[in-house]
């Protein structure tokens, strides 16, 4: 009795560890995600930091050109999709009426399923013209504040990320001066381990992204997609959502290709050929890149996901994936919470 007592108190704090934990995720979640945000940055960041360094920059000096190197790169990318947008509305007027044939045809199949004629449905879309034209208004608003906030948040972020650089050795003390481990070996190797991760999961996700943009832009112009470039990089970007975003954006490739293409061969294809990059990436260029840094198994990752999605909205999807691959570093090292890190991990891999 006493056993089973002790048992049921033990299981009620992890409970109320868990929930009280999440719930401060949620309500703080406006706080937290900036500095998740600048941490893996900051970790990502910190070679070509240390490296600058040793070139005789101040360590201030050291960090924003870090920074800068990254908005470089970051700039460099948008300026090609811009450009690829741009030519993509060159195009227009035979997009447009590609899609109103397409509509045509739509239209003539729901005639034959439902008996309302094109000129009724023309009718029904008429009268409610207006409340479209006001909910595409308040889009187009709400997406401009977003827009703003964004940048916001954008300036935040990197404004983190410097003094994340900065102070990083100040920051390393502190995490020693707490002393949560027996020794101050152990908490380095610790926190060494916990950076690692971070950076060589975000190199890693980085180098799988580039790979990917190649092998769509072949796969797309080889099939015959109109600015296969620009499909490529936004189908390769949406990966940085584990799982989900690699669907997400194989949609706009296809409903493009059943837009603007008489045979259905077209979309077709490209969802074969997604299939079978997908497999190639799940099992050769994830588990060989980003796999043996991030040693969580893929139920545990699912689940983090939509965990992340629950708590932090998409930001969270992303972030969660790095941030318990660094949990379980903790668990693996600290013998109360080895269970978890257990639960956490692969069968076929050693703590």
Do not use: C
Request: glycine fraction near 4%; aromatic fraction near 14%.
């Amino acid at each position: 009795m006493n056993h089973r007592q002790i048992n049921l108190t033990q299981l009620n704090k992890i409970i109320f560890t868990v929930f009280l934990v999440s719930l401060l995720m949620y309500l703080g979640r406006s706080f937290l995600i900036p500095i998740a945000i600048a941490a893996l940055l900051a970790m990502l960041l910190f070679p070509v930091a240390k490296r600058l360094e040793s070139l005789k920059l101040s360590r201030s000096t050291a960090a924003l050109v870090s920074i800068l190197i990254l908005l470089t790169f970051v700039g460099s990318l948008s300026g090609l999709v811009y450009y690829q947008v741009t030519a993509l509305e060159s195009n227009l007027p035979n997009l447009e009426k590609r899609i109103e044939e397409k509509t045509s045809s739509l239209q003539w199949m729901f005639y034959q399923k439902t008996d309302i004629t094109e000129t009724e449905q023309e009718e029904i879309l008429e009268e409610n013209r207006s409340n479209i034209i006001t909910v595409v208004s308040e889009f187009l608003k709400d997406l401009l504040v977003r827009g703003l906030y964004i940048l916001l948040g954008i300036f935040i972020v990197l404004t983190y990320t410097f003094f994340f650089l900065l102070y990083r050795y100040k920051i390393l003390s502190f995490l020693l001066k707490l002393k949560l481990f027996d020794n101050t070996q152990d908490a380095k190797n610790i926190l060494f381990r916990i950076s690692s991760i971070a950076h060589y999961y975000l190199r890693g996700v980085f180098t799988v992204i580039s790979i990917l943009m190649v092998i769509y832009f072949l796969g797309f112009w080889a099939i015959g997609i109109e600015h296969p470039l620009l499909f490529a990089i936004i189908t390769a970007l949406l990966r940085i959502i584990p799982y989900f975003g690699s669907f997400a954006g194989i949609a706009l490739p296809t409903v493009f290709a059943f837009l603007t293409k008489d045979s259905l061969w077209y979309p077709f294809s490209v969802l074969a050929f997604f299939m079978v990059i997908q497999l190639v990436e799940a099992y050769l260029l994830t588990p060989n890149i980003t796999g043996p840094r991030v040693k969580l198994n893929p139920l545990t990752t699912i689940m983090v996901i939509l965990l992340g999605n629950l708590i932090w909205g998409v930001l969270g999807m992303v972030l969660f994936v790095p941030l318990f691959g660094i949990l379980k570093v903790i668990s693996d090292q600290i013998p109360k919470l080895n269970p978890l890190g257990y639960l956490l991990g692969k069968e076929d891999t050693s703590s």
